[in-house]
Nanobody
Framework: QLQLVESGGGLVQPGGSLRLSCAASGFTVEYYAIGWFRQAPGKEREGVSCISSSGGSTNYTDSVKGRFTVSRGNAGDMVFLQMNSLKSEDTAVYYC??????????????????WGQGTQVTVSS
């Protein structure tokens, strides 16, 4: 019903690139800040990036700065995560979710809404 859908994951060699997409089903994604999260095997889920509803501000966890870029599509109905210079430690299931706020700010995990099913990113030679 109200859900985000991730796509674009796959298997890529170290140093390669992938672009993940996040699309809304049942709500208007342009009203929300959208966060990207990932969960690697045996690890806790961590925030990766966030983009405000307007697309005017973004943030990234330190480990991906300079390599990942979050953006909104021109029509405002999609959110993307461009991942370059991928490393094996980027291997994880990637999720997107909607913040209760229009800007990126830290909130408890339970406050994020409309989680997608995730898309697997595997970086391996």
């Amino acid at each position: 019903q109200l859900q985000l859908v991730e796509s674009g994951g796959g298997l890529v060699q170290p140093g390669g690139s992938l672009r993940l997409s996040c699309a809304a089903s049942g709500f208007t994604v342009e009203y929300y800040a959208i966060g990207w999260f990932r969960q690697a095997p045996g690890k806790e889920r961590e925030g990766v990036s966030c983009i405000s509803s307007s697309g005017g501000s973004t943030n990234y966890t330190d480990s991906v700065k300079g390599r990942f870029t979050v953006s909104r599509g021109n029509a405002g109905d999609m959110v993307f995560l461009q991942m370059n210079s991928l490393k094996s430690e980027d291997t994880a299931v990637y999720y997107c979710a909607a913040s209760p706020f229009s800007t990126c700010r830290p909130v408890p995990p339970s406050w994020w809404r409309f989680w997608g099913q995730g898309t697997q990113v595997t970086v391996s030679s």
